[in-house]
């Protein structure tokens, strides 16, 4: 069965994410079961990314990674880390997630 390019690309997505959000709990790769944990992820991450390659083009591809990316990396620290971003920070990663959508529909 094949997955759509889309599925795999939120797959890598959420992958990515979440590695790249419990990053911190590796304390520099010091903890093996968080560096584990991590590493597995961005193997996955990395595996669905080529899977999307299969059928959509590089730059739309990592355009829609980056920026579907940043806006879930930010909600993960809002809510996991309690990080705090300002209005101009989060105008800005509006202003990604508009020219993600607007770039989809382009696709």
Known sequence: MQ???KVWLF??????VLATGFLKKT???????WTVFCLVLYLICHYSFSRVLEDMNLSVAYA???GIGIIA????SVFVYHQKISAMQLLFIVIIG???VL???QG
Do not use: K
């Not at 797959?11 to 990515?16: K, N, Q």
């Not at 304390?27 to 079961?33: A, H, P, Y």
């Open 3 to 5: 997955l759509n390019p």
């Open 103 to 105: 770039l989809d529909l």
């Open 73 to 76: 990396s930010t909600v993960f």
């Open 64 to 66: 829609l990674w980056c």
């Open 98 to 100: 508009v020219s993600c």
């Open 27 to 33: 304390n520099s790769f010091t903890v093996i079961s």
């Open 11 to 16: 797959l890598a997505i959420g992958a990515e």
